[in-house]
């Protein structure tokens, strides 16, 4: 257990995940395409709280923001992974009282296919990997609101798995979970980059892991297994429907999206979060990931999806590369504690004051603008810890929101998760 978490310690901090939703035969004897008249209590029990669908036609200006959420626990030694059972169920209280839904992930799916209406503002709540946690801690919060909840596991997590160490879930508990009305969906087998040619852990006979890199039939065999395998394995071990696919760190391209949308994948997760609107992507939801070194995530999401009168703010978005982004977009950097910067005077006049970057993996970041040059820059102080960081930056020009993102690489060796205290055990 502890050579898996210096193997893929920093794995779990970004996760993506892509939701695949689970029919439990007991209580959701429904075929996905449920008529859209049927209550959302038919889906998922727990779900008491969830309104009677009384409209024939859904509401196309909904909008959703889904949450993910690693381990709870009473200390915090991982910031980028863990929250406190206290952290957590204050912000299940909050989206009550900000009259924000929390719906299951199986109606946001219904919805988005036009077969079942769901409130103005919604929540789906996700945990990610399969923590025991999950099971004892978090899931007796959401029983006492009642929330519907999905879990995304990487299969080779599970206790008793390759990678599943004494914090891992069980089958047993999954199985519970399931009848209980709880959704499980896919997140691989083994929680690695997904992409061909990148770098990642393979068991070697015997039980050694070593690192490589898996290109042509070699990689078409292990990325099927990720991708499929895993789904297969969690249907066949727990007699589920999986349709939600969480990628690992969001690391995946066309091609893995393709082997998904073969498998039966409906929808697949990225961490990037963003409000879930009618027409967004569904190979390519972004969620929030909640962690306790960026509060502030979660209130930027609630303030996404705006108040109840309304959608949130447009956004208008801008291509990285008329910003002359550092570094550019899929560059791939040496140093975890780069130099971030953008010039945004393509965008026009900026407000004062309305610039505001955030980094994945620290959140917003006190980044420094020059309205003469247009150039807002950041120097990382805090060794990034994944190997792929994501920017956001976003101003307000002429009364309207503009938004850039991009994403580069952090070479091998070079982030602080591999070094000190591994960032994230996985269970
Ligand atoms: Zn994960």
Redesign the pocket.
């Known amino acids: 257990m502890m050579i898996r978490f210096a193997i893929v310690p920093l794995?779990?901090a970004l996760?993506?995940?892509m939701c695949k939703r689970n029919e439990t035969v007991s209580q959701n004897p429904q075929p996905a395409g449920a008529s859209p008249s049927a209550p959302a209590s038919t889906t998922t029990p727990v779900a008491a709280a969830s309104p009677k669908i009384t409209k024939p036609v859904v509401d196309q200006t909904a909008q959703v923001i889904i949450f993910c959420y690693?381990r709870l626990v009473g200390k915090v030694r991982y910031p980028g992974t863990e929250i406190t059972p206290a952290a957590f169920e204050a912000q299940m209280k909050e989206l009550k009282d900000r009259g924000i839904t929390v719906i299951p992930m199986q109606d946001l799916l219904a919805w988005k296919r036009g077969e079942k209406n769901i409130p103005p503002r919604c929540a789906v709540i996700s945990f990610?990997?399969g923590w025991k946690s999950q099971y004892e801690v978090a899931w007796p919060i959401m029983k006492k609101f009642e929330y519907p909840f999905t879990m995304?596991i990487?299969t080779e997590g599970v206790r008793g798995g390759s990678l599943g160490g004494g914090e891992a879930i069980t089958w047993e508990q999954l199985a519970e979970m399931r009848d209980n009305g709880v959704d499980i969906e896919a997140?691989t087998a083994t929680?690695q980059d997904l992409r061909e040619g990148h770098t990642i852990m393979v068991a070697n006979p015997g039980g050694k892991r070593s690192r490589t890199k898996l290109t042509g039939p070699q990689y078409e065999q292990w990325v099927q297994n990720e991708v499929v395998g895993s789904k297969q394995l969690l249907e066949q071990r727990l007699g589920i429907k999986v349709n939600c696919f969480?990628v690992?760190?969001g690391n995946y391209n066309e091609h893995v999206k393709e082997l998904a949308r073969n498998a039966g994948y409906e929808a697949m997760f990225t961490v990037y979060g963003q409000p879930i609107t009618f027409t967004s992507p569904l190979d390519s939801l972004g969620r929030y990931a909640i962690e306790a070194n960026k509060p502030k995530v979660f209130e930027d999401a609630l303030k996404m999806i705006g108040t109840s009168t309304g959608g949130a703010a447009a956004v208008a978005e801008v291509g990285a590369k008329d910003l002359a982004t550092q570094p550019t977009d899929g560059e791939t950097v040496r140093t975890a504690l780069p130099l971030i910067k953008a010039n945004l005077s393509a965008i026009g006049q900026i407000e004062p004051g309305s610039v505001q970057m955030r980094v994945s993996g620290l959140g917003v970041v006190p980044a420094s603008y020059d309205p003469k040059t247009g150039i807002v820059s950041y120097q990382v102080t805090q060794k990034l810890r994944e190997k792929s960081c994501s920017v956001f930056v976003s101003a307000k020009s002429a009364g309207k929101k503009v938004e850039a993102h991009w994403t580069f690489g952090i070479e091998e060796g070079a982030t602080g998760g591999t070094i000190s205290p591994p960032p994230t055990p996985?269970k």
């Open positions: 794995l779990l996760n993506f995940s690693h990610d990997d995304f990487y997140h929680h969480a690992p760190f996985k």
